[in-house]
Nanobody, 127 residues
Framework: QVQLVESGGGSVQPGGSLRLSCAASGRTFNSLHMGWFRQAPGKERECVTAISRNGVNTYVADSVKGRFTISRDDAGNTVYLQMNSLKPEDTAVYSC????????????????????WGQGTQVTVSS
C-alpha cells in the first residue's frame, strides 16, 4: 500500500503562487509514477500534470502550461506542484496520485491509471 499526504493548499489572490507537496510512503518512491489532478465543483477530475517514474518525462495540461510545474525528489519521497500566475479558474481540490508501472519513461494522465490517491487539498484563487 502507498500512502500519500498532500500539503500546501490555501487561498491566494489572482496572479499569486502556491507550491503543493505530496509525501509518499509505503513503497520505494522511484518505483512510482506520479500525477496531480484537480476537481472543481460540478466538474470531472482532470489531470493537471504528471511525471514518469524516472523523472525524465512530464505532462502538463494546456490549461496550465507555462504556469504549473511538476517535480519530484526521490530522496525525499516527495512530488511537488509549483503553481504560478494562478487564476480563479484554477480553484479546485488538488490531489496527488501514484501507481507503479513497468515503463519508467512513461507518464500517465488517466484517473483509472492510478491506484493510490491522497486526500486532496483545497486551492482557492480569489480577490
Amino acid at each position: 500500500q502507498v500512502q500519500l499526504v498532500e500539503s500546501g493548499g490555501g487561498s491566494v489572490q489572482p496572479g499569486g503562487s502556491l507550491r503543493l507537496s505530496c509525501a509518499a510512503s509505503g513503497r520505494t518512491f522511484n518505483s512510482l509514477h506520479m500525477g496531480w489532478f484537480r476537481q472543481a465543483p460540478g466538474k470531472e477530475r482532470e489531470c493537471v500534470t504528471a511525471i514518469s517514474r524516472n523523472g525524465v518525462n512530464t505532462y502538463v495540461a494546456d490549461s496550465v502550461k507555462g504556469r504549473f510545474t511538476i517535480s519530484r525528489d526521490d530522496a525525499g519521497n516527495t512530488v511537488y506542484l509549483q503553481m504560478n500566475s494562478l487564476k480563479p479558474e484554477d480553484t479546485a481540490v488538488y490531489s496527488c496520485a501514484a501507481d507503479a508501472k513497468y515503463y519508467e519513461h512513461i507518464y500517465y494522465t488517466g484517473v483509472g491509471e492510478y491506484d493510490y490517491w491522497g486526500q486532496g487539498t483545497q486551492v482557492t484563487v480569489s480577490s
